[in-house]
């Protein structure tokens, strides 16, 4: 026991050394941060361009710094050369340069994920350390060359080898309200997985609780480390299944040393849309057919329009006719540009005005100079029936436009879906000012890709900016006369741009974040499964490289518009360049619970993954059989059971400073009964463990979800309600809430339990 202190004693000092240097870069960022704000907005406009860029260096370093605050070391590697190498979440060197702690994502650190007894890779020992806050607590060694231990040290390290110690602990670790990061226990089979190339797609297909979503997010950290050239200005974008979900997450990233990660769902992708509505299944699944871009592409198409009739437009007495003959052509010749609708329209009306100016200049009778029939052609232009002439024919829209009347005008759905059948066409309507769903998202993207930006507003945001820029110069002249400060010290055009200035630059993720059109150097998209065909145009859109990181499990589908099958869902978007790696070690289940899911969901057909589950729990699944009037007090019941066994650990805790208190519940039931649980719950036996913020966050300690809100999302406990309901909505989302508890599953049901989950 004495050697193993005075080993805790000496990797104690090591941590200390490296929280040292820590704190010193922080100081020194937090400084000349400080000094180039003292600096303030001023100078030529490459002068604030530089300052701008140095604030933003020095904000993201800091940002890194305080982030990594949490287990900075987590590893040690004893090489067969004598040398010792720490691992941790970034990497760090001294003053002069001298390797203090190893990035866990540099190829030094890759041993401390892959090496075994039978392939070393020159490592005679890796030791974990466990720490609270900066407190060395406990030492775990894996001896991977026992001949090469000796003397003391060797005694007291083979006194203290527990295997698999630090990995087991962490899972069986209360779950708080955020997703942790597996950084110091990534297994081999996962840091394969995280360390693939960047070029193609990779689909990791994993079953419940395999880590899927935890490598996705640690291989963005690795490849933004790896290949940070190719994607700092591009930028990553990692896509989730819901804001809850990737509030859940939010915590990672940053503390694998990355800040700079776009997080979005699919209904981000389309800045400034607003989602409220939800479609009902079949309804998703028709709008997430492939050929609904094709409906969308002859919608387009059909505001293109030849009118049936010559139309006669009087200017200043002489009158101009808008020909059908002529628009077919100015049609023509606009959509042989090849542009989006709204920017090819500028051919088109430039054409039509032409054709028109003409017409009216044969009227004249003399021939009229250049710059006289420009003013001729914009005379033309401002008359108010030749532009409600032009936009009959070819109307400038809007993504949300064209889809909104798509979808309540029945004349105009029959005209642009004559692939659909009348019943499949009659889903889809509903009334004019019906909320944005999120199966609308793809469709109004494709929309949008087919409309290009108007440009009528784009000259009219410039317009805007011309009269703003002229109200600031006017400004600083005003400011300039009033001060007497205009002897040549400074000009109105640069106290102008101080005016203007708004603070520092955009980073890649916020101006990524806000621009539709962006496209990414790699793209993740956590439940890829979910994803309709018309979801997958739009992700790839984003990604024109292919360089894909997609996760899920097939089995866990529930979306009437995903997929059971990658080969059928890719094939037509990626043809052969995916490649497909497989999680088979489930971590987060017990298995008592995760072979009773497994049983429950191959009764329903689904298309389960063959997993080896790393822990068991005793007594993890617990079945209630109750009458139909005690469904909900039971659950409340159970859920106050759970809650109250952590109290002892809360106050433990709090007194140690914590402010997040580990451990959740989960109450997982069908849709028609969630509203009636949190009732219950809010005032029942368990009212005083469920915690005030919105019961759909993961702050709180007790949730009550649909299943499909918890997809991605991990919980000690879950009571779930009412099974057969569940199933009988959607058997993926019956094997979801099966598998989200890393102790206890508790079913509370009136009727005959699932088949399978109880094995005879």
Known sequence: MTGRQDQLREEQGAVDLRYARLDELRAQSAARLAEVRRVGPSGSPQNRSERDAFATLYEDRLAQLDAV????????????????????????????????????RAPA??????????????????????????????????VLDLDALDGPEAEATLAGLSGEGALLAALAAGRTGRMGDIVATIQAEQDAIIRSDLAGALVVQGGPGTGKTAVALHRAAYLLYAHRRVLERSGVLL????????????????????????????????????VEGQDAPHVAEIKGRPVLAQVIARAVRARQRVPQAPVEVSVDGRRVVVRPRDVAEAVQRARRTGKPHNQARVTFVRDMLTRLASQYVEQLGYTVPPED????????????????????????LTPQKLVGDLLSRPARLEEAAPWLSPAERHALLREA?????????????????????????????????????????????????????????????????????????????????????????????????????????????????????????????????????????????????????????????????????????????????????????????????????????????????AVRGWAAQDLAATAAGETELAGRVAVL????????????????????????????????????????????????????????EVGGESAGDLYVAMTRPTQTLHVVTSAEPPEGLVQH
């Not at 040398?83 to 990497?91: E, F, L, N, W």
Request: with cysteine; aromatic share 4%.
């Open 69 to 104: 605050e949490q287990r900075l070391v987590f590893g040690r590697l004893d090489l067969t050369d004598g040398a010792v190498r720490y691992v941790g979440r970034i990497g760090l060197t001294d003053a002069e340069h001298t390797s203090l702690l190893t990035d866990w």
């Open 109 to 142: 650190a890759q041993a401390f994920y892959r090496a075994t007894a039978a392939r070393p890779d020159d490592v005679v020992r890796r030791r974990h350390l466990v720490t609270r806050g900066r407190t060395v607590t406990a030492l775990e060694d894996e």
């Open 239 to 274: 896509l989730g299944p819901s804001r809850v979900f990737l509030r859940y997450i939010d915590q990672v990233l940053p503390s694998l040393g990355e800040t700079g990660v776009v997080t979005a769902t699919v209904a981000d992708l389309v800045p400034g849309l607003v």
């Open 373 to 396: 029939r420009a003013e001729i052609v914009e005379e033309l232009r401002t008359t108010r029936e030749v532009r409600i002439a032009l936009n009959l024919a070819w109307m400038p």
């Open 433 to 641: 000012d019906a909320p944005w769903t999120d199966s609308d998202v793809p469709l109004l993207d494709e929309a949008a890709e087919l409309l290009g930006e108007d440009d009528q507003a784009a000259r009219a945001q410039a317009a805007a900016d011309a009269r703003r820029r002229q109200e600031e110069l006017d400004y600083a002249r005003q400011v300039l006369q009033s001060s007497g400060a205009g002897r040549g010290l400074v000009s109105a055009e640069v106290l102008a741009e101080r005016f203007a200035h708004t603070g520092p630059a955009l980073t890649t993720a916020e101006r990524a974040a806000a621009d539709r059109s962006w496209t990414y150097g790699h793209v993740v998209v956590d439940e890829a499964q979910e994803l309709s065909p018309m979801a997958w145009r739009m992700v790839l859109r984003r990604c024109p490289t292919r360089s894909l990181t997609i996760v899920g499990d097939v089995a866990q589908t529930s979306s009437a518009a995903g997929t059971r099958d990658w080969a059928q869902a890719l094939d037509p978007v990626l043809g052969d360049s995916w490649r497909l790696a497989e999680l088979t070690v489930n971590y987060r289940t017990p298995a008592q619970v995760a072979d009773a899911a497994g049983r429950v969901a191959r009764v329903a057909g689904l298309p389960v993954s063959a997993l080896t589950s790393a822990r068991e729990v005793p007594d993890a699944l617990v079945l209630h059989r109750v009458p139909a009037d005690d469904v909900t007090t039971t659950a409340d019941a159970v859920v106050a059971d």
């Open 669 to 724: 039931a069908p849709a028609s009964r969630v509203e009636d649980l949190r009732a219950v719950l809010a005032t029942g036996a368990s009212a005083a463990y469920v915690d005030g913020s919105a019961p759909s966050t993961p702050d709180a300690r007790v949730v009550v979800l649909t299943p499909h809100e918890s997809k991605g999302l991990e919980y000690d406990v879950v009571v779930l309600v009412e099974p057969h």
